[in-house]
């Protein structure tokens, strides 16, 4: 006995019977017997049985919508918050929230983040947010944000305060503050601005601490 011929043929234009989506037929494949079909090249193998000739079928299509999604920011980047001027929020999560209408369509997306270093919870849009640190050089910041805003009550912060005295430790912020001043003046990028702004603020913190002394 002759072979049994597939069904479709590579290039015919076939319904997903279970998603009533519409594809072609880009590959065939013999098994067992029977034949199996890749769709508009996507991974898995469907059997004659769950597809039909585009002409033939009667039942419901679906439309498909692929989106196509930019994350500006990713889990582990240290932000700053548009209204939170005097904190730092490192991100943990996102969501992406799907607005559809009749003459209208956008999509959000919804940054979830907590302080640094209380914890405090927020949720933003990318719009109000300004990159401080990627998640590459995140912790690279938090160490150095820790010496320049040390907290009462938080007895890592106060490790490290007592760690240098406070002539050395001016000392050492002077010569970052220069570094960062050269990053500033060649790239204008908004991290070594606020970099300069949390150097700037720990020297005078220092200097009113020496002249109590």
């Known amino acids: 006995m002759e072979p049994k011929a597939p069904k479709f043929q590579i ?5 997903v019977k279970e998603y009533g989506t519409v594809g072609k037929i880009t590959s065939i494949k013999e098994m067992d ?9 996507r991974e898995g193998l469907l059997g004659e049985e769950s597809l039909a000739r585009l002409e033939e079928y009667n039942g ?3 439309k498909k919508e692929e989106i196509s999604i930019e994350l500006k920011y990713f889990i582990g980047d240290i932000v700053k918050v548009k209204g939170y001027e005097n904190g730092l929020f490192k991100v943990v999560g996102f969501r992406t929230e799907i607005w559809r209408y009749a003459e209208d369509a956008w999509e959000d997306i919804i940054y979830e983040m907590v302080g640094i270093p209380g914890g405090e919870w927020l949720e933003a849009d990318e719009e109000e947010l300004v990159l401080v640190a990627d998640f590459e050089q995140a912790d690279t910041f938090l160490n150095q ?6 907290v009462k009550k938080n007895p890592l912060y106060q490790l490290a ?9 001016i000392d050492r912020l002077l010569d970052m503050y220069n570094d960062y001043s050269l990053l500033f003046k060649m790239f204008s990028d908004e991290e ?7 150097i700037i603020s720990q020297i005078r913190f220092l200097q009113s601490r020496l002249k109590r002394e």
């Open 11 to 15: 290039g015919d234009t076939v319904v």
């Open 192 to 198: 070594y601005r606020m970099m300069l702004e949390a």
């Open 145 to 150: 944000y820790k010496i320049f805003y040390p």
């Open 161 to 169: 305060a007592a760690q240098m005295e406070a002539g050395e430790k």
């Open 60 to 62: 419901v299509f679906y």
């Open 33 to 41: 017997g029977g034949y199996f079909y890749v769709v508009n090249g």
